[in-house]
Nanobody
Framework: QVHLVESGGGLVRSGGSLRLSCAAS????????IGWFRQAPGKEREGVSC????????YYADSVKGRFTISRDDGASTVYLQMNSLKPEDTATYYC?????????????????????????WGQGTLVTVSS
C-alpha cells in the first residue's frame, strides 16, 4: 500500500524556519511526482511546491518562491519542504500528495483544480502556525 506521512509542523515566530518531512512507503519517491499543498482555515487549498519524479525538477508557488525549498532523499524515501522567512500568512495545514497511477505535471499541481482534487494519495497533514 502507498502511504504518505507528514511531520515537522509547529509554532514558529514570523521570520523563523521549519522543515517539513513527507515520508513515503509503498513506492519510490524518485519515480513519482510529489506536491506540497496547504490549506488555511476558511480558505481554499493551494499548491505550494512540487518535485518531479523524473529528474527531480522543482517548482514553487509565487507566494513562497525564494523562501521555501523542496528536496528529496531517495534513500530515505522522503520529500522535504524547508520553509524560511516564515510569515503569518503561511499559517496552514500542510499536506503532501501524489498519484502513482497518473503522470503528474508540477505546474498543473501548483495551479490547482481538478487534477489536485483527484490525487489518490494524501498524507494526514501537519499544522504550521506562524505568530506575528
Amino acid at each position: 500500500q502507498v502511504h504518505l506521512v507528514e511531520s515537522g509542523g509547529g509554532l514558529v515566530r514570523s521570520g523563523g524556519s521549519l522543515r517539513l518531512s513527507c515520508a513515503a512507503s509503498g513506492f519510490a519517491v524518485d519515480y513519482y511526482t510529489i506536491g506540497w499543498f496547504r490549506q488555511a482555515p476558511g480558505k481554499e487549498r493551494e499548491g505550494v511546491s512540487c518535485i518531479s519524479g523524473s529528474g527531480g525538477r522543482t517548482y514553487y508557488a509565487d507566494s513562497v518562491k525564494g523562501r521555501f525549498t523542496i528536496s528529496r532523499d531517495d534513500g530515505a524515501s522522503t520529500v522535504y519542504l524547508q520553509m524560511n522567512s516564515l510569515k503569518p500568512e503561511d499559517t496552514a495545514t500542510y499536506y503532501c500528495a501524489t498519484d502513482p497511477g497518473v503522470g503528474l505535471n508540477c505546474p498543473a499541481l501548483i495551479r490547482g483544480g481538478e487534477i489536485v482534487r483527484h490525487l489518490e494519495v494524501w498524507g494526514q497533514g501537519t499544522l504550521v502556525t506562524v505568530s506575528s
